[in-house]
């Protein structure tokens, strides 16, 4: 890694020069290998840790092709086949979200919408 990090990153730093310009000046100080004062390791894990109102989440993404199946009949088989093969752990829980999400939010004004328009159409007809 260089030294052309945004913060001054790696074993340079930035300072202002007399015309306003960025400057690199070397470091003060004797180098200590990064080894010395960390314990450095390649593990396997999450990408990142993410969490939504203060809990730790974790993303599985799917993608579909919508002509071919719909996300609806998707995550209903899916919710089906879920208690039996598999048990969340105490403290973890599941929640299907995005599109779906979107589609259960339209059907829940739909069910309001429609049968209000059916009312509404044939008195203001006449």
């Not at 400057?23 to 004797?30: A, C, D, K, Q």
């Not at 290998?33 to 599985?60: F, K, N, S, W």
């Not at 979107?102 to 059907?107: D, E, G, R």
Request: glycine share 16%; hydrophobic share 35%.
């Amino acid at each position: 890694m260089g030294g052309t990090g945004a913060g001054g990153v790696g074993n340079r730093s930035r300072s202002r020069g007399k015309h306003g310009g960025d400057l690199w000046s070397e470091p003060s100080g004797p180098h200590v290998p990064l080894g010395q004062i960390a314990d450095i390791r390649i593990v396997t894990g999450p990408p990142m840790i993410r969490d939504e109102a203060g809990m730790l989440v974790g993303y599985v993404y799917v993608d579909m092709d919508a002509a071919k199946r719909d996300i609806g009949g998707y995550v209903d088989d899916a919710d089906r086949r879920w208690p039996g093969e598999s048990r969340l752990p105490p403290g973890y829980s599941l929640k299907w979200t995005g599109q779906y999400e979107l589609l259960q939010q339209m059907q829940a004004r739909m069910k309001f919408v429609v049968p209000l328009t059916l009312v509404i159409v044939p008195c203001c007809s006449t």
